[in-house]
């Protein structure tokens, strides 16, 4: 098993820069597929981004451009760097881990019943 632990998120305004990180323990992170998913109040979790064990990064198109995945495997440590945020953005962010998954397709990557691990969450605030 790995715990995951978010933190990072807070109130900013539109345009601001902000970066999420995501500490793990339990196991090395660099043995598992981790992404970032969000979900906005009465919403559903949603895919955001993706970094696979071996380095590829996946990124959903609102996203794209503006955030940037990366891993520190030496701290056991995901990030999440969110570079012009506008009030979309707002949601609480959630760090999740797969060790696998049922197909190899961004269908599967960004289903989040693929993903056996999670964290609790940090709320990012957009203010316009």
């Known amino acids: 098993q790995v715990q995951l632990v978010e933190s990072g998120g807070r109130l900013v305004q539109a345009g601001e820069p902000l970066s999420l990180a995501c500490a793990a323990s339990?196991?090395?992170?660099?043995?598992?597929?981790t992404a970032w998913f969000r979900q906005a109040p009465g919403k559903e979790r949603k895919f955001v981004a993706l970094?696979?064990?071996?380095?590829?990064?996946y990124y959903e198109d609102s996203v794209k451009g503006r955030f940037a995945i990366s891993r520190d495997n030496a701290k056991n440590m995901v990030y999440l760097r969110m570079n012009n945020l506008n009030p979309e953005d707002t949601a609480g962010y959630y760090c999740?881990?797969?060790?696998?998954?049922?197909?190899?397709?961004?269908?599967?990557?960004?289903?989040?019943?693929?993903?056996?691990?999670w964290g609790q969450g940090t709320q990012v605030t957009v203010s316009s």
């Open positions: 999740e881990a797969a060790t696998s998954y049922r197909a190899d397709t961004y269908a599967a990557f960004a289903d989040e019943q693929g993903y056996a691990y």
């Open positions: 339990g196991r090395t992170i660099a043995k598992f597929h």
């Open positions: 970094l696979r064990k071996l380095g590829t990064t």
